[in-house]
């Protein structure tokens, strides 16, 4: 057999192989060492062998979901061990069917055998799409609500820029305090125990009123942060009112965690409080 391999160094291709068809063959150039017909009965025997052998059994023709939605998400309650995604097959009547879980890793190199602990995927798609729903059933509107949250964050943020404000003020009146007593001081008005009592009493209101103005700053920047992260969420729960099955854009902004219970139980815990939110459009 020749031409098994084909190249074409002057044109600059690579070395291929070439199709079976363009194979050169002669026949019967050597002496045969066993006859033809116990050589084909051989390797024919040797086909069967392969496809009754387990290790030579045919993969499994399941539609596969091969991407990872909740990883970095599901985790055992009580350590708080990190659950992987593995698959399972299971008999449904004459056939067969994969199913996507969410398990504790039992191969871990310890010596001490480790519960098994784990959760279906469809339960997860399952109870979130079902608190979605619920949770924008309680709401009256995408629009509505949005301006409600928008309101609520903006009188929030009002009162903490009035507060900031007034310390702002109290900053100057001191250090205005400050002053005069100076100019008093110079001036022989005033004599120096009195001057230094005046002005240590002074850098301590303005000590406090710059700590006091420093945290309210951070408490704007949080409410900013927090009023953008909320109105996000509000675009996605209601993005995904329709959805029993969300993307993994979708879970990772909704959902902060999953806890998992020996019972085969979980626990969603929600990157915001929906039960509150929809106590909130109640008022």
């Known amino acids: 057999v ?27 150039t ?23 052998s387990v290790f030579s059994a045919k993969p499994h023709d399941f539609k596969r979901d091969p991407e990872n939605r909740f990883d970095g998400l599901v985790f055992y309650h009580e350590t708080g061990e990190k ?32 519960e098994t602990l784990f959760i279906m995927e469809a339960d997860l798609d399952k109870r979130i799409a079902s608190d979605i729903k619920r949770a924008v059933k309680a709401l009256t509107s995408k629009r509505s609500f949005t301006k409600r949250i928008k309101e609520k964050y903006a009188k929030a943020l009002e009162e903490a820029e009035v507060k900031l404000a007034d310390f702002d003020k109290a900053i100057i009146k001191e250090e205005n305090s400050l002053q ?10 005033i004599d120096r125990d009195t001057y230094l009592l005046e002005r240590d009493t002074a850098y301590g209101r303005i000590t406090t009123a710059e700590r006091e103005k420093l945290v309210r700053e951070d408490l704007i920047s949080k409410l900013k942060k927090e009023r953008k992260n909320a109105l996000a969420w509000i675009r ?3 993005s995904a009112k329709d959805m029993d099955k969300l993307p993994a854009e979708l879970i990772q902004s909704l959902v902060e965690k999953v806890l998992v219970y020996k019972t085969h ?19």
């Open 2 to 28: 020749q031409g098994i391999k084909s190249q074409y160094l002057a044109e600059g291709k690579k070395q291929k192989l070439a199709d079976k068809s363009d194979y050169i063959i002669v026949e019967d």
């Open 30 to 52: 050597h002496e045969a060492i066993i006859p033809r017909e116990v050589f084909f009965r051989i390797q024919n025997e040797r086909k069967q062998r392969k496809a009754n």
């Open 83 to 114: 659950l992987y995604r593995r698959t399972r097959i299971v008999r449904r009547g004459a056939s067969k069917i994969l199913q996507y879980l969410y398990r504790i890793e039992r191969f871990d190199g310890s010596i001490e055998k480790k």
């Open 180 to 189: 005069k007593s100076y100019e008093q001081y110079s001036l022989g008005k």
């Open 236 to 238: 996605d729960i209601f």
């Open 265 to 283: 139980e979980f626990e969603v815990i929600y990157q915001f409080d929906m039960e509150g939110l929809r106590e909130d459009t109640n008022e």
